[in-house]
Every structure is written in structure tokens, then in C-alpha cells.
């Protein structure tokens, strides 16, 4: 039982990580109607921008220091924030009317370039650069459980901000306007919606998120590197797509599976070295069943 | 293409392969290895294009069968003998076709995106099994693999995959691939059944995908799991964007460059692979409906 309650909270946090990504791909996809292969790569600029960031904000804060932590989340979601709206703006907007396989290349070469750029030996290098401890490492024992201080972290966050995220699509003006280019985009421009602009924020919003799952997961990991993105990114795409994709509560679900899942098959003694395989063999078992995703409308073919 | 003559063209490319293998051992060795990457990545887009291009079917696990081809072949060259090399080849694409039928018949259900991202994890599944099995060298993978793959055997392979493709895609079968790929209901409503046409572009697809991974196998002498991920998938995907979703020539000019535009920019070192995913940017915006396609089209755009 304890092993059980243990898994599921490692678990937890890991799935807010992913479901924190998956978030991005589903918005861009709501607006877009394609998938952003660049986006776990803003995962990974976040990871290198609070790499960067850490040692100028404990100067700042104390070190260690949760105000130092999360002045440098908020610093690397922002600058993230602004890659991701450049991104757009020079990558894709020029090619808003093509059709989405166009697109849709056109961001696996965005991903490679950023990939490429940033492993170059001027810019970050391929090697491992360890991550700076940002908050306290502290383990607090709740009757034989023990839950590390970044998991609490995660856990916090990631619910404020999938309820942040939850207010703005339903409760801002922009959040109608984005609810509205995602139903129909030439209708929202013809009630006066600047489609550009949500676009812009979507891809902003997307991007932030990316930033704060990019730090909480370099502090679990070993390091980073240019290409830490790949994996973290390939699950919270497949979360996206479990949850149904463009449906912002069935990325958080999804992610948050994904994490279990993917914790619960790494637990179990033989099947840890399959752990990988696991998470897409159940994906591939929900999608057979429910071919729109979990919380997904199936659509008609209307002929 | 043409249908008409293709046997013949056929021929020629056979015996044209022929010729310049007999006279291979007095060419650089380099320019060989890379004649031979190319005939490889030839097979490998020209396959995922019946399935991706004519069939309009979006897969992102065609790696994948180039692993199950390669390591299964492989592994039966080592237990057997050099001469068995032939028979490994078909062997592995056998392989890989069985493992397409495994995969296609209950995932061709599924459109769009949701096909994409089964067939991206059963492409990552596949390389999680081979980092796993003691029998295929776990995470190293197989290592001394005789070196059998001449440019014969690659050239020839990719005429009779070109060769093949385009006679099924001319012939009066083959028209319901690109049906399916219109209009799905279209199709099931003048008797084309889209499962099955969907399953038989995938299983041959996958055939020649395994061939080309036997091949390679014997050609690098190494086979290793990592090689095999999501990302080589995608390098085939962009193959069969460049050259024109469902253009078979086109098709095999983008594999042609693509697997040459790398080796070229070789004297710029460590920027190569930058210059070559802004190439890909640039032809995206530049070229959107492929980069080779001209005269009409024959089937519509997605």
C-alpha cells in the first residue's frame, strides 16, 4: 500500500510535467490545427534560461531560496513566452494558409534547427551541464511516505496553473476570442477578433508552460542538454493526443496518466527496462477504443 | 512515371546496377558507401510514399520496419552463412511486412493525427523490444555483420521497389490507393474497401522498409537500436513531403538530395546540420507542393 501511494505521487509529478506540455501542443493545435514539433525544444531553451538564470537571481534572493526559484521561473517562462511568439511569427505565420503537412514540416525544421543551433559547441554545447538546486532538497515523511520538496513544487504549480489556465480560456475576454478562432477562425476575425494577436498569445501562453515543466523537469533529471526536449516532448504530444487533442482538460488528464503509467511500469521489477514501451503500448490500447482521444468529440463524416 | 514500359525500365536498371557493380572495386570507397545510402534511402521513401503519399495514410513509424528487417536479417546471416545473404534479405522484409500487418490491422482505423502518433509508438515499441532482447544484442545491438550489400544488391532492390509501387499504383487495383487517399467514403461507396487497400499499402510498405534495413545492416556491419528512433522516421516523412506526397519521381529526387546534401555540406563541418534544417524552412516556404513536382498531379493535395 505504501509502495503504491508512494509510486502514485512520484507519478503525479511527473504527469504535471507532462500535462504541463501537452497543454502547449493542444492549444496550438486548438488555434492551428497542426502540431508543434519545435515545442519541446522550448521546453529545453527554458531548462538553459533558468541554467543561465540561477546564478544572477540567487545573488539577487538568497540561494536556494523559493522567491529565487520562482523569480527564475517567471523569468524563463517570459523569455520562453517570447521565443515561442517569434517562432510563430517568422516560421509559421508566413505559411497560415498552406496546407498543414507544409506546416507541419516546417516545425519538425524549426525543432531540428533549434536542436542543431543550440548543440552547437558556440551556443550550449552536447554535453551535460548539471542543473542548479533551486529550492531546498528536503524530504518531508508523511507516515512512512517520503515526498521530496520539488514534488511538492510540481504538484502546487502545475494545479495553480492548470487553474490559471482554466480561468483564462473560460473566463477572460481572450479566452472566448481563442475559444472562438479554434471553433472558426473566419467567423472570430469577422467579429472583430485580431487572429493574429491570440495566435501570438496562444503561442506565448503554449510556450510559458513549456518553460516551467522545462525547470521542474531539470531538477529531477541528471542535467541538461540540447536534446533533453525529445522525450519529455514525444510523451506530452501522445498525452495530448490521449486526452483528446485541442481539449485542454484532456492534456492535463492525459499528462497526468502518461506520468502514472509511465512510474507504475518503472516500479515493477522486469518491466522497468520496457518502461518506454509501456506508456505507448497503453496510449495505443485507449486510442483503439477510443479512437477521438479520452475526453475528444468523435466527428461525423459528413458526406 | 509511365506504366507502360516500366518492365523494361525495370531491366535496365537491373542490368545497369549489375554493370557497375562488376567494376565497384575500383571506386573510392567513400563515394561507394555513400552510392549506397542513397539506393537505401531510395527504398525507404519510395515505400513509406505508397503508404503516406498515394495512400494518404500518415505514418511516423517507417523506421521501425527498416529495424525489424534489419536485425531479424542479420540475425539469420549470422546463424546461418554468407551465402544466405539473399535469402536474409527477403527474410527480414518478410519480417517486417508480418510486423506491418500486426501493426496496420487494428491501427489503420484511426485518421490524421491519431494514426500518426500510433504508428510514432509502435515505431518507438519496436526499437524498446530490440534494447531488450538478449537475442538481438540488447542495447549494443548486433555487431559484426558480414558485409555483404553491394551496390548491386541496393540499386537493384531500389529499381525492383520503384518498379513495384508504381505498377501497383497504375494498375486497376491500385487506383482504389489513391481513391482511399480522396475520399474515404467515396471509395466504400463504389465497393473499395479503405481498411484493406489501407492494410496492403502498409504491409508492402513495410516489405520493402525491412529490405532496406537488411540491407543497411550488412552494408554498416552494425545494427543498434538508438539508430532506429522517431527521428530517423521523420527523415523519410520529409523525403516524401519534398518530393511531392504520391510523386514517385519526385520522391526518389528528394531522397537523392536529401541524403546527398549532407555529405556536400560536410566542409562546413559543425554548422551542417543547421544549414540543413534551415534548407528544410526554406523549402517549405519556397516549394510547399514538393520540390520536384512539376506537370500535373494525379492526386489531390491534403
Same mark, same amino acid.
Given at each position: 500500500?505504501?509502495?503504491?501511494?508512494?509510486?502514485?505521487?512520484? !507519478?503525479?509529478?511527473?504527469?504535471?510535467?507532462?500535462?504541463?506540455?501537452?497543454?502547449?501542443?493542444?492549444?496550438?493545435?486548438? *488555434?492551428?490545427?497542426?502540431?508543434?514539433?519545435?515545442?519541446?525544444?522550448?521546453?529545453?531553451?527554458?531548462?538553459?534560461?533558468?541554467?543561465?538564470?540561477?546564478?544572477?537571481?540567487? =545573488?539577487?534572493?538568497?540561494?536556494?531560496?523559493?522567491? !529565487?526559484?520562482?523569480? *527564475?521561473?517567471?523569468?524563463?517562462?517570459?523569455?520562453?513566452?517570447?521565443?515561442?511568439?517569434? /517562432?510563430?511569427?517568422?516560421?509559421?505565420?508566413?505559411?497560415?494558409?498552406?496546407?498543414?503537412?507544409?506546416?507541419?514540416?516546417?516545425? /519538425?525544421?524549426?525543432?531540428?534547427?533549434?536542436?542543431?543551433?543550440?548543440?552547437?559547441?558556440?551556443?550550449?554545447?552536447?554535453?551535460?551541464?548539471?542543473?542548479?538546486?533551486?529550492?531546498?532538497?528536503?524530504?518531508?515523511?508523511?507516515?512512512?511516505?517520503?515526498?521530496?520538496?520539488?514534488?511538492?513544487?510540481?504538484? /502546487?504549480?502545475? @494545479?495553480?496553473?492548470?487553474?490559471?489556465?482554466?480561468?483564462?480560456?473560460?473566463?477572460?475576454?481572450?479566452?472566448?476570442?481563442?475559444? @472562438?478562432?479554434?471553433?472558426?477562425?473566419?467567423?472570430? @476575425?469577422?467579429?472583430?477578433?485580431?487572429?493574429?494577436?491570440?495566435?501570438?498569445?496562444?503561442?506565448?501562453?503554449?510556450?510559458?508552460?513549456?518553460?516551467?515543466?522545462?525547470?521542474?523537469?531539470?531538477?529531477?533529471?541528471?542535467?541538461?542538454?540540447?536534446?533533453?526536449?525529445?522525450?519529455?516532448?514525444?510523451?506530452?504530444?501522445?498525452?495530448?493526443?490521449?486526452?483528446?487533442?485541442?481539449?485542454?482538460? !484532456?492534456?492535463?488528464?492525459?499528462?497526468?496518466?502518461?506520468?502514472?503509467?509511465?512510474?507504475?511500469?518503472?516500479? *515493477?521489477?522486469?518491466?522497468?527496462?520496457?518502461?518506454?514501451?509501456?506508456?505507448? @503500448?497503453?496510449?495505443?490500447?485507449?486510442?483503439?477504443? =477510443?479512437?477521438?482521444?479520452?475526453?475528444?468529440?468523435?466527428?461525423?463524416? =459528413?458526406? | 512515371?509511365?506504366?507502360?514500359?516500366?518492365?523494361?525500365?525495370?531491366?535496365?536498371?537491373?542490368?545497369?546496377?549489375?554493370?557497375? +557493380?562488376?567494376?565497384?572495386?575500383?571506386?573510392?570507397?567513400?563515394?561507394?558507401?555513400?552510392?549506397?545510402?542513397?539506393?537505401?534511402?531510395?527504398?525507404?521513401?519510395?515505400?513509406?510514399?505508397?503508404?503516406? &503519399?498515394?495512400?494518404?495514410?500518415?505514418?511516423?513509424?517507417?523506421?521501425?520496419?527498416?529495424?525489424?528487417?534489419?536485425?531479424?536479417?542479420?540475425?539469420?546471416?549470422?546463424?546461418?552463412?554468407?551465402?544466405?545473404?539473399?535469402?536474409?534479405?527477403?527474410?527480414?522484409?518478410?519480417?517486417?511486412?508480418?510486423?506491418?500487418?500486426?501493426?496496420?490491422?487494428?491501427?489503420?482505423?484511426?485518421?490524421?493525427?491519431?494514426?500518426?502518433?500510433?504508428?510514432?509508438?509502435?515505431?518507438?515499441?519496436?526499437?524498446?523490444?530490440?534494447?531488450?532482447?538478449?537475442?538481438? &544484442?540488447?542495447? %549494443?545491438?548486433?555487431?559484426?555483420?558480414?558485409?555483404?550489400?553491394?551496390?548491386?544488391?541496393?540499386?537493384?532492390?531500389?529499381?525492383?521497389?520503384?518498379?513495384?509501387?508504381? +505498377?501497383?499504383?497504375?494498375?486497376?487495383?491500385?487506383? &482504389?490507393?489513391?481513391?482511399?487517399?480522396?475520399?474515404?467514403?467515396?471509395? +466504400?461507396?463504389?465497393?473499395?474497401?479503405?481498411?484493406?487497400?489501407?492494410? %496492403?499499402?502498409?504491409?508492402?510498405?513495410?516489405?520493402?522498409?525491412?529490405?532496406?534495413?537488411?540491407?543497411?545492416?550488412?552494408?554498416?556491419?552494425?545494427?543498434?537500436?538508438?539508430?532506429?528512433?522517431?527521428?530517423?522516421?521523420?527523415?523519410?516523412?520529409?523525403?516524401?513531403?519534398?518530393?511531392?506526397?504520391?510523386?514517385?519521381?519526385?520522391?526518389?529526387?528528394?531522397?537523392?538530395?536529401?541524403?546527398?546534401?549532407?555529405?556536400?555540406?560536410?566542409?562546413?563541418?559543425?554548422?551542417?546540420?543547421?544549414?540543413?534544417?534551415?534548407?528544410?524552412?526554406?523549402?517549405?516556404?519556397?516549394?510547399?507542393?514538393?520540390?520536384?513536382?512539376?506537370?500535373?498531379? %494525379?492526386?489531390? +493535395?491534403?
Amino acid at each position: 500500500m505504501n509502495w503504491f501511494l508512494q509510486q502514485s505521487i512520484n !507519478g503525479l509529478a511527473l504527469g504535471s510535467i507532462y500535462a504541463l506540455i501537452a497543454l502547449g501542443y493542444t492549444m496550438v493545435y486548438g *488555434v492551428l490545427r497542426f502540431i508543434n514539433f519545435a515545442h519541446s525544444d522550448v521546453m529545453m531553451l527554458g531548462a538553459f534560461a533558468a541554467y543561465f538564470l540561477a546564478p544572477p537571481m540567487a =545573488k539577487v534572493f538568497s540561494a536556494q531560496s523559493y522567491s !529565487g526559484a520562482l523569480a *527564475v521561473m517567471v523569468l524563463s517562462a517570459a523569455i520562453c513566452a517570447i521565443i515561442g511568439i517569434l /517562432i510563430e511569427i517568422l516560421a509559421y505565420r508566413p505559411l497560415r494558409r498552406r496546407p498543414k503537412l507544409t506546416v507541419l514540416i516546417t516545425a /519538425i525544421g524549426v525543432s531540428l534547427f533549434i536542436e542543431y543551433t543550440c548543440q552547437h559547441q558556440s551556443v550550449f554545447g552536447a554535453a551535460t551541464r548539471p542543473f542548479p538546486k533551486l529550492i531546498p532538497e528536503r524530504d518531508f515523511q508523511f507516515g512512512g511516505l517520503s515526498v521530496n520538496s520539488s514534488d511538492i513544487g510540481v504538484l /502546487i504549480v502545475t @494545479a495553480l496553473l492548470l487553474a490559471g489556465m482554466w480561468w483564462i480560456v473560460q473566463r477572460t475576454r481572450v479566452g472566448v476570442a481563442m475559444r @472562438a478562432v479554434s471553433f472558426n477562425e473566419r467567423a472570430a @476575425a469577422l467579429m472583430g477578433v485580431n487572429i493574429n494577436r491570440i495566435i501570438s498569445f496562444t503561442f506565448g501562453l503554449g510556450s510559458a508552460l513549456a518553460a516551467v515543466a522545462g525547470v521542474f523537469f531539470s531538477m529531477r533529471a541528471q542535467g541538461i542538454e540540447p536534446l533533453m526536449g525529445v522525450q519529455p516532448g514525444l510523451r506530452a504530444f501522445t498525452a495530448a493526443v490521449v486526452g483528446g487533442i485541442g481539449n485542454l482538460p !484532456g492534456a492535463a488528464l492525459g499528462g497526468i496518466l502518461l506520468g502514472l503509467l509511465e512510474t507504475f511500469a518503472g516500479g *515493477v521489477p522486469g518491466l522497468s527496462n520496457y518502461r518506454d514501451g509501456i506508456s505507448f @503500448a497503453i496510449l495505443i490500447l485507449i486510442l483503439l477504443f =477510443k479512437p477521438a482521444g479520452l475526453l475528444g468529440k468523435a466527428q461525423v463524416e =459528413k458526406v | 512515371m509511365k506504366a507502360r514500359g516500366t518492365k523494361r525500365w525495370l531491366l535496365a536498371a537491373l542490368a545497369a546496377a549489375f554493370v557497375i +557493380s562488376y567494376f565497384s572495386p575500383h571506386y573510392n570507397r567513400y563515394y561507394l558507401g555513400v552510392a549506397m545510402d542513397v539506393g537505401i534511402a531510395i527504398i525507404m521513401a519510395v515505400s513509406l510514399n505508397l503508404i503516406n &503519399g498515394y495512400t494518404g495514410q500518415f505514418s511516423l513509424g517507417h523506421a521501425g520496419f527498416m529495424a525489424v528487417g534489419g536485425f531479424t536479417a542479420a540475425k539469420l546471416t549470422l546463424v546461418t552463412s554468407d551465402a544466405m545473404f539473399p535469402v536474409s534479405l527477403v527474410f527480414g522484409g518478410l519480417m517486417a511486412a508480418i510486423t506491418g500487418l500486426i501493426v496496420g490491422v487494428p491501427s489503420l482505423r484511426l485518421r490524421g493525427d491519431y494514426l500518426a502518433i500510433v504508428t510514432l509508438g509502435f515505431g518507438e515499441i519496436i526499437r524498446v523490444i530490440f534494447q531488450n532482447s538478449q537475442a538481438f &544484442g540488447a542495447a %549494443t545491438g548486433l555487431t559484426g555483420i558480414p558485409r555483404l550489400t553491394t551496390i548491386f544488391w541496393v540499386w537493384g532492390a531500389a529499381a525492383v521497389t520503384v518498379y513495384v509501387v508504381t +505498377s501497383m499504383v497504375n494498375s486497376t487495383y491500385g487506383r &482504389g490507393f489513391i481513391c482511399v487517399h480522396d475520399d474515404e467514403v467515396a471509395a +466504400s461507396a463504389i465497393g473499395v474497401n479503405p481498411t484493406r487497400y489501407k492494410v %496492403t499499402a502498409f504491409v508492402t510498405g513495410a516489405f520493402f522498409a525491412g529490405v532496406a534495413g537488411a540491407l543497411y545492416a550488412h552494408q554498416k556491419s552494425v545494427m543498434q537500436p538508438d539508430g532506429f528512433g522517431f527521428i530517423r522516421s521523420i527523415d523519410f516523412v520529409v523525403m516524401v513531403i519534398l518530393g511531392g506526397m504520391g510523386r514517385t519521381g519526385g520522391v526518389i529526387a528528394a531522397a537523392v538530395v536529401l541524403t546527398l546534401l549532407p555529405e556536400f555540406l560536410r566542409q562546413f563541418a559543425s554548422y551542417r546540420m543547421i544549414i540543413y534544417s534551415l534548407l528544410i524552412i526554406g523549402l517549405m516556404m519556397a516549394r510547399p507542393q514538393g520540390l520536384f513536382s512539376v506537370g500535373k498531379k %494525379t492526386t489531390a +493535395s491534403v
